[in-house]
């Protein structure tokens, strides 16, 4: 039986992820997973893909109190309650969203460590900053293979930067799951497709250097047709539910 083995997080898009033991997965994703982003001087959306950096900075959303804490990579950390300071429209992957510009020591922190000028965005009406779907899922095993290709032992799964990443079940395994319902804990989803894959997956998840050919190594065994390469698979939430590290993962017949 696959099981869940970590569920990742980050409340600011493309920085460093954040692990939890358990999370509420609702009908938009993991609550406040993604809530803010970054955005440049042209307003196109600050990521790993074009900016670095960010993967040496972690954000947590403390929904208690309302505030947004970023730790810096020399450990300094940053919290306070980010304010609205106007509106803007974002495009992100073809379709675009209201967000909430936000006020705060947020956007001069991180621009000192990525050496350009951003804005922090705090997306509106239940939306989140993902690429795509609402969770994305991995299996350890399927990274471990990528890695093998590569001539690694292992191979570190956040690369993939995976909502849940699973351990219990063989190398792509998940691919099989796509069209269908998949139990993760107490929530129910809906598998829409297999997960893309982009150069930031050959990008060192800790200090956001390059060091790995990963897409190389992913299309000497699975490029596909449509010419894109995969790893991982995409899912909607049918119902939403708790997930923590342990829970049980296994596909559902449709009733």
């Not at 609702?26 to 196109?44: Q, T, Y």
């Not at 219990?168 to 139990?183: I, K, T």
Request: proline fraction near 4%; include cysteine; hydrophobic fraction near 40%.
């Amino acid at each position: 039986m696959a099981r869940v083995c970590a569920i990742n997080v980050s409340a600011v898009k493309s920085l460093h992820l954040t692990p939890v033991e358990q999370a509420t997965i609702g009908r938009h994703g993991i609550e406040h997973d993604r809530e803010f982003l970054l955005v440049d001087a042209g307003g196109r959306v600050a990521t790993q893909r074009n900016t670095r950096l960010l993967a040496r900075i972690s954000s947590t959303y403390h929904a208690e109190s309302g505030e947004l804490e970023l730790v810096l990579p020399g450990g300094e950390r940053v919290r306070e309650t980010p304010s609205p300071a106007g509106t803007a429209t974002v495009e992100l992957w073809g379709r675009e969203f209201p967000a909430t510009v936000m006020n705060g020591a947020f956007a001069a922190a991180v621009s000192d460590v990525v050496g350009a000028r951003l804005r922090l965005l705090r997306a509106q009406a239940g939306i989140r900053a993902l690429d795509s779907h609402a969770v994305s899922v991995l299996s350890r095993a399927s990274a471990d293979e990528v890695g093998r290709r590569g001539g690694r032992d292992r191979f570190d799964p956040r690369r993939f930067r995976p909502t849940l990443l699973i351990d219990g079940c063989g190398a792509h395994a998940e691919d099989a799951w796509v069209g269908g319902l998949l139990r993760a804990g107490e929530a129910r989803l809906r598998v829409v497709r297999l997960d893309p894959r982009c150069a930031l997956t050959t990008l060192d998840p800790d200090t956001g250097e390059r060091d790995a050919d990963t897409l190389r190594w992913l299309a000497g065994y699975r490029r596909h047709e449509d010419g894109e390469v995969y790893c991982g698979i995409y899912a909607d939430v049918e119902a939403p539910g708790r997930v923590r590290v342990g829970d049980e993962v296994e596909p559902l017949e449709d009733a």
